[in-house]
Structures are given as structure tokens and as C-alpha cells.
T-cell receptor, first 110, second 116 residues
Framework: GENVEQHPSTLSVQEGDSAVIKCTYS??????FPWYKQELGKRPQLIID?????GEKKDQRIAVTLNKTAKHFSLHITETQPEDSAVYFC?????????FGTGTRLQVFP | DTEVTQTPKHLVMGMTNKKSLKCEQH?????MYWYKQKAKKPPELMFVYSYEKLSINESVPSRFSPECPNSSLLNLHLHALQPEDSALYLCASSQGIAGVSTDTQYFGPGTRLTVL
């Protein structure tokens, strides 16, 4: 089955800096890659997603890139703000299942 | 209404109790999911319902019994749980038209379950 690896596990940045989180997946049949943000005690919320027929997608300060050949995808957050502090999960969809990465705890210091 | 709701928010139960978790969505979604999330871990898929039929059971122990009474409701019946079953139980839904999981999944706030 699909396996999703996510790095780093923790990331600390200064407010205004950029943050990059990377994920790799194992099954080339995976075709949908969402990113979820989960604040402490809250539900996971979709922040951006990308499908396998697209290489890059941007939404304001957030962008996702996908390299199908290398089987990796990345989340880029620019101009980070303290409210970006949360756990971020990448995921890949394979045979109707959403497989999550292990998560990255992002801390943005003012 | 773009929300998935779950009740109760918190649940404490003994190992001999029977309880149920409830999930509701009014977005017209046809796929609904149960996930289990332990502290500092990602959500793990338990069950998937597509058009009110169970389509995926991730080898979940029979002490967890899902039920989909209609397209808006999803229940998870709990019986004879173990302390290691303590976790956050998340419900999610998606359109379920393009494929069960290739549509965006919207999560409910979860039920925090403690088994004593």
C-alpha cells in the first residue's frame, strides 16, 4: 500500500520567514495530494490541494508543488505569521484511501 | 451549511459500557468516513461509507461498529472498549462523486474518547 513520509517533524521560523515542508509517497498511482492544518484541539482543515495533472498551485501565501517523477510534493508558506503555528499533515490518495504523513509541527515566533 | 458536526465532544466510558458517537453533515455528500487519531499522530482511517454502504473497513476490531442510517448521518457504536482505544475520533465527509477519496474531505471537530 501507499506510504507517505514527511519532513521535518518540527520546524521553527521567525515571523516573516518562509517555511517549507516536504513529503514523499511510494505509489505512483496516487493522484490527489491535500495538505491539512490542525491547530491544537481542533479539526484538520484543508489548506491547499493538488492533483496529479498539475505541477504547482498557489493560494495567497501558500503554494504546493508536485514532482510526479520523483514522487514528492512540498508545501511552501511565505511571510509566516504566528497564526500559522500548527501541525501540518500532507496526504496522498490511493485506492480510495487518504494516507497521511506523520505531520510537521510548525512554530512561528513573533 | 458547510460543516460536519459530531456529538458528543467528550466521552468517558468504562470497558463494559456501550456508547455511540454521532456525525452529521448537510452538504449532500455521499461519502463519509471515521478516523482515529492518537496524540501527536496523524488520523488513521477506520471505515468508509459510500452511498450509505460500507466500502472500506480497515481491519477494525468488532468492538467498533459503524452504521449509516441515511446519507446525512454516520454513527460509530462502541462496546467493550479497551483503554488503548482512548483517542480523538474524527468523522469526515466528501462529495464522493469523482471517487470515494479524490474529493476534498471535510472533517468534524471530533469526539475525545477516554476509556477507563
Amino acid at each position: 500500500g501507499e506510504n507517505v513520509e514527511q519532513h521535518p517533524s518540527t520546524l521553527s521560523v521567525q515571523e516573516g520567514d518562509s517555511a517549507v515542508i516536504k513529503c514523499t509517497y511510494s505509489d505512483s498511482a496516487s493522484n490527489y495530494f491535500p495538505w491539512y492544518k490542525q491547530e491544537l484541539g481542533k479539526r484538520p482543515q484543508l489548506i491547499i490541494d493538488i492533483r496529479s495533472n498539475v505541477g504547482e498551485k498557489k493560494d495567497q501565501r501558500i503554494a504546493v508543488t508536485l514532482n510526479k517523477t520523483a514522487k514528492h510534493f512540498s508545501l511552501h508558506i511565505t511571510e509566516t505569521q504566528p497564526e500559522d503555528s500548527a501541525v501540518y499533515f500532507c496526504a496522498a490518495v490511493n485506492t480510495d484511501k487518504l494516507i497521511f504523513g506523520t505531520g510537521t509541527r510548525l512554530q512561528v515566533f513573533p | 451549511d458547510t460543516e460536519v458536526t459530531q456529538t458528543p465532544k467528550h466521552l468517558v466510558m468504562g470497558m463494559t459500557n456501550k456508547k455511540s458517537l454521532k456525525c452529521e453533515q448537510h452538504m449532500g455528500h455521499r461519502a463519509m468516513y471515521w478516523y482515529k487519531q492518537k496524540a501527536k499522530k496523524p488520523p488513521e482511517l477506520m471505515f468508509v461509507y459510500s452511498y450509505e454502504k460500507l466500502s472500506i473497513n480497515e481491519s477494525v476490531p468488532s468492538r467498533f461498529s459503524p452504521e449509516c442510517p441515511n446519507s446525512s448521518l454516520l454513527n460509530l457504536h462502541l462496546h467493550a472498549l479497551q483503554p488503548e482505544d482512548s483517542a480523538l475520533y474524527l468523522c469526515a465527509s466528501s462529495q464522493g462523486i469523482a471517487g470515494v477519496s479524490t474529493d476534498t474531505q471535510y472533517f468534524g471537530p471530533g469526539t475525545r474518547l477516554t476509556v477507563l
